[in-house]
């Protein structure tokens, strides 16, 4: 059960670490107001809350669509594979420079919502075509990995779900708290290291993930 919660918080720390709309988003509410050093664990719960019920769709769905070999196969294949084009993508951006995070952010450098911490953890999350690639190929893979596409397994689904959740919090968290107190800018050479260590996880996992859907099929 304890490897159900390592990878699952291990693939989500690997994707919160890598800059989008929701990082953004944190650092622009960790610049505002007397309460910024919140905006990390706010918009985290909003974030939870919205993959807590795209979960449970999920897995009511399953019932019907996804108890099919065939699905499952393809499922994890192309899970496989986007963890691994992603871990190389990861690793080019990083040779390539871009994996620059700007801490020093203005107002009219956010386009898009600017409220509630709570409310823009869902909405970033929603505006972000990858968070739904993610569950839809990557997300599905994991669960049929540990054959958790139903309601038989509740505690390795909270396993799944709580290590998935902490992965984003143990990230976001510290980056709010980091900014409010005056933080402007991280460690160029050890984000560099850290992303490159992340992007070899993915092809790891990745490639092990496709391997064993391929070798030893998810039970149906």
């Known amino acids: ?16 670490l890598s800059p989008g709309p929701v990082l953004t988003f944190t650092i622009y509410k960790s610049l505002q107001g007397k309460k910024g050093y919140m905006a990390g664990l706010l918009i985290s719960l909003g974030h939870a809350s919205l993959e807590l019920g795209l979960l449970t769709l999920i897995l009511l769905g399953a019932y019907v669509f996804f108890q099919h070999l065939i699905v499952l196969l393809v499922i994890g294949i192309v899970g496989g594979i986007l963890l691994i084009s992603y871990g190389l993508l990861t690793i080019r951006s990083v040779y390539r420079r871009e994996y620059n995070v700007d ?15 709570f409310l823009g953890g869902i909405i970033t999350s929603l505006s972000n075509p990858f968070w739904i690639a993610w569950w839809i190929t990557i997300g599905l893979g994991w669960l049929g990995f540990f054959n958790l ?38 460690n160029l050479r050890v984000y560099k290291y850290v992303l490159i260590t992340c992007g070899i996880f993915m092809i790891l996992i990745g490639s092990y993930l496709l391997l064993n859907t391929l070798f030893n099929p998810p039970n149906v």
Do not use: C
């Open 1 to 16: 059960m304890i490897e159900i919660f390592i990878v699952s918080f291990l693939v989500a720390l690997t994707g919160a």
């Open 103 to 117: 801490f020093s952010m203005k107002n009219e450098d956010i386009k898009g919502f600017q409220g509630n911490s």
């Open 149 to 186: 596409l139903n309601f038989q397994n509740p505690l390795g689904l909270i396993l799944f779900y709580l290590g998935h959740e902490l992965g984003d919090l143990i990230w976001f968290g510290p980056i709010s708290v980091f900014i409010f107190l005056g933080g402007r800018s991280l």
